[in-house]
């Protein structure tokens, strides 16, 4: 075989543009503590699903749970609510259904026992609904008939009173949603003491923020009140607006990173802050490495993990001075304060010009309160009563190091959503050829393997191309025979990242 053209000397290639494909850190399932740990760690293995995604999801259901009993004080003055943004992005078909099914299981089995409980309730509010109803609806009739214009009056004046006190009908709670419109999210949280979880395996929501339902206008403000808990006043057209003193929305999910790719460019996703409230993993997707025999999950661990996550939700609320319920105060010990604090002077510095979040402050500015959070809910999974203590310095820790792998996770998938097409299949095409130290491949054979990727060769070529433009590869002809079939061009890997594979 006669290759045309090929550059051997390093002093030949040109510099090399780093590609947006960093190695990120791993978690463990056993990085959330306790029973928590066990599920997350059982449900991966289970599954043959990366563990970064069973602990998101893990961690999304458990935050459902704690944001409606609790919230942190930091310190006078500064008030942490305890529900988390996760987004665990993975390509289809990694069973990413499945793993947030297992971690939601609880949630959607105390809904039906809620609801189960109070369905004779139901039934007969709803019997007495109809009936006052229908007599307010004949009385109207009555009234609008009814030629004497004194009883015409006493006739509407009776259906009034009785539609002013209509029996109320008992709705059985909800603790999370997959998809609605804003209005009817405020609707639901003004329903359910303010609080809600959207917990998916899709990146829909950001279809409904971008302006699906409000004809491609950016609908953020009740999200993003949401976060933090700041009041919020929901128009609902024709209907009376709903206040909202202090709304408090969970947010799990697990979109495919195509998902991800180009939303900075949204209107106000990333100028107001959106994509900055999320805590993000991007794991390795382990397809093509699945044994098809993984082992069976644990029936005990998945049962103590639905007793504990039940046990959670049905906690009883605080109560303030005047009998009302009200979420219960947590506290950091003074070891737990000062080792946070130690982290949000840390991630402060790294904002200065040169530090790992200089081009991230966004995120980073809102780091050290997610990471008060995440240490609250860690608190209340390992605590059966945990208003009785204060947050010690295991769970800060636990929580700070679960922040320094979402912080490297985090920065990945901004940069991911700044990112266009071209780069991101660039990095599919140097991924396989790193993974198998693939020094030197056909254009022909990289197309063959990766299909699934790239249906078409000339795809492939455009993603090799960039890899040529940042200097990682060299795409060389061969000398083609009299007959034949053509001969496919050669891809190369440039000999200095070749001698750090060996």
């Known amino acids: 075989m006669n290759i045309i053209r090929h550059l051997d000397h390093h002093s030949q290639w040109p510099p090399l543009v780093r590609l947006e494909n960093p190695t990120l850190p791993r978690l463990r399932g056993d990085a959330l503590p306790s029973w928590a740990g066990d599920f997350a760690s059982n449900l991966a293995a289970s599954t043959e699903t990366p563990p970064e995604l069973a602990v998101a999801m893990v961690l999304a259901a458990c935050s459902t749970a704690v944001a409606r009993k609790f919230k942190l004080m930091v310190k006078h003055g500064h008030v942490e609510p305890t529900n988390l943004w996760l987004a665990a992005a993975l390509e289809p078909g990694n069973r990413k259904s499945a793993v947030q099914k297992a971690a939601t299981a609880p949630l959607v089995h105390w809904e ?17 609904f109809k009936t006052a109803e229908a007599r307010a609806n004949k009385l109207r009739t009555m009234a609008a008939s009814e030629q004497d214009q004194a009883k015409s009056r006493n006739y509407a004046q009776e259906a009034a009173d009785i539609e002013a006190n209509m029996p109320q009908i008992p709705r059985p709670p909800q603790l999370w ?6 209005e009817r999210l405020g609707t639901i949280m003004a329903d359910n003491d303010e609080r809600m979880a959207w917990l998916s395996s899709e990146g829909g929501i950001f279809e409904m923020l971008g302006g699906r339902y409000s004809k491609g206008v ?3 403000d009740l999200v993003l009140k949401a976060h933090s808990g700041d009041p919020e006043r929901v128009d609902r057209g024709s209907r009376p607006p709903v206040d909202l003193l202090s709304p408090s929305l969970t947010i799990g999910l697990s979109p495919q990173p195509d998902v991800l790719r180009g939303l900075a460019s949204m209107p106000g996703f990333r100028g107001r802050g959106l994509l900055a409230r999320f805590l993000y993993l991007l794991p390795p997707s382990p397809l093509g490495y699945r044994t098809g025999k993984p082992p069976v999950s644990s ?11 039940t046990a959670i939700l049905d906690m009883p609320s605080a109560v303030d001075d005047e009998g009302h319920e009200t979420a219960h105060i947590l506290k950091l010990s003074p070891e737990a304060y000062a080792e946070w604090q130690l982290y949000a002077q840390a991630i402060e510095q790294s904002m200065r010009p040169g ?6 402050k966004d995120w980073a500015g809102k780091a050290p309160g997610a990471a008060i959070r995440i240490a609250g809910v860690l608190h209340v999974m390992t605590h059966m009563e945990p208003w009785s203590s204060q947050i010690e310095l295991d769970n800060m820790i636990l929580a700070l190091d679960l922040m320094a792998v979402l912080g490297k996770h985090s920065l990945a998938a901004l940069d991911l959503m700044g990112a266009d097409a071209g780069i991101t299949a660039a990095g599919k095409v140097w991924t396989w050829l790193e993974t198998g130290h693939r020094n030197r491949v056909s254009l022909r054979d990289i ?11 000339v795809d492939v070529k455009a993603a090799i191309n960039v890899l040529v433009e940042r200097g990682y590869v060299e795409l060389t002809e061969v000398e ?23």
Not at 447 to 457: C, D, E, T, V, Y
């Open 218 to 220: 950016p609908n953020l």
């Open 299 to 309: 029936e005990d661990i998945e049962d103590v993990f639905c007793k504990s996550l």
């Open 447 to 457: 197309h063959q393997a990766l299909k699934g990727s790239f249906p078409h060769a």
């Open 112 to 128: 039906r026992k809620q609801a189960e409980a109070i369905a004779d309730e139901i039934k007969k509010a709803t019997s007495a």
């Open 480 to 502: 083609a025979k009299a007959t034949g079939r053509p001969p496919s061009p050669i891809v190369i890997v440039r000999p200095d990242i070749v001698e750090g594979w060996s």
């Open 177 to 182: 949603t997959s998809d609605v419109t804003p």
């Open 355 to 360: 530090g790992e979040f200089e081009n991230a």
